[in-house]
């Protein structure tokens, strides 16, 4: 009889990929082609788009209350994920967002790309905040096994959690395959296209208040101011996490009019709109990975990053470091990456640190992880 797995895949929202959604895709889209032997039953919160059913294994089932609430949350993994696995009966539940169901018996993997909202309470609406950190340590306790993306937050979910190291395994992140570096002629066009012509640093993500978008901002004025340059910052992402203070930042700034947001951009521009860069800007106070870092190693562009949390993990030597709560530290450090020798020296190095990581490594590890889960 063939083995089924039951995957938790909310999150795979078409022109909506982040950090989690764009994991899922990437490591599932490979997993479940790797292993026809198995039978893989999606479960979505929505009406799904057809691109997520990888395979003639793959069955999507959609279950009701969409789930984008702490009590949606609750009502949809306690009550509807556990009343469709049983009835599916699977050899293992894969929860790819971290959310599981503790009021069903079957085997759990599940997926915690990081538990940040324990360090930074503030950085979530309070209601949220509270259902994590009222929910995850249970989690991590039930579960069969737990996977995470990085060694820090391996050693951050077993210290906070109390659970064993044995019982969470590594399964890093990767990088797209549509990330290569671009012709001088197309960064020419893309340039023309997004700045007029003018070189200009970009940031990558969502502008979260963990992202640190503020003091990067500052950072940015106070660099021009000093240098005098023509050089523009690209803020990409979508503005739902915009705050008053953030706008407060932005107006009191000497070049605002050198800052553009985008909005959110497809993958085919994001690509092109990183390639065409002089650099990348990523600055957070806390992540579990940092995939645009990994992302601009791929198109041949330099990265100022932070010396926190698992961001070296990603960068290893192959970037410039920052105190992501100084404004003059990322000041600094775009100096550094603006040097013409430093920027060299940077895209060598990132041609060998990006090596270590890829999507085809994360689905072979995510599978090790699933054949230990259900023994």
Known sequence: MKKRIAINTRLLLKDKLEGIGVFGHEVLSRMTQAHPEVDFHFLFDRPFDPMFIYGKNVTGHVLFPQARHPILYYLWSEWVVKRKLDELQPNLFLSIDGLRSLRSDVKQLAVMHDINFEH??????????????????????????????????????????????????????????????????????????????????IYVGALQPRKNIGRMMKAFDAYKIANGTELKLLITGEKKWWSSEQEKIFEGLT???????????????????????????????????????????????????????AMPEVGGDAVVYCDPFSVESIRDGILEIMNDKRRGELIEKSRIQRTLF?????????????????G
């Not at 950190?133 to 077993?158: G, M, N, Q």
């Open 120 to 201: 930074h309470p503030e950085y979530l609406p309070w209601l949220t905040g509270r259902y994590y950190r009222h929910y995850f340590p249970r989690f991590a306790k039930k579960a069969t096994r737990l996977a995470t993306v990085s060694e820090y937050s391996k050693k951050d979910i077993c210290q906070s959690y109390g659970i064993h190291k044995d019982k969470v395994d590594v399964v890093f992140n990767g990088a797209s395959d549509s990330f290569r570096p671009l012709t001088e002629p197309q960064r020419k066009v893309t340039r023309i296209e997004l700045t007029q012509g003018a070189p200009y640093l």
């Open 358 to 374: 890829s999507w085809d490594k994360s689905a072979d590890l995510l599978w090790q992880s699933i054949e230990q889960a259900w």
């Open 255 to 309: 070049h605002k009019d050198d800052i553009r947001f985008t909005g959110r951009l497809s993958q085919q521009n994001l690509v092109k709109a990183l390639g065409a860069s002089e650099g990348l800007l990523y600055v957070s106070t806390f992540e579990g990975f940092g995939i645009p870092i990994l992302e601009a190693m791929h198109v041949d562009v330099p990265v100022l990053t932070s010396k926190v949390s």
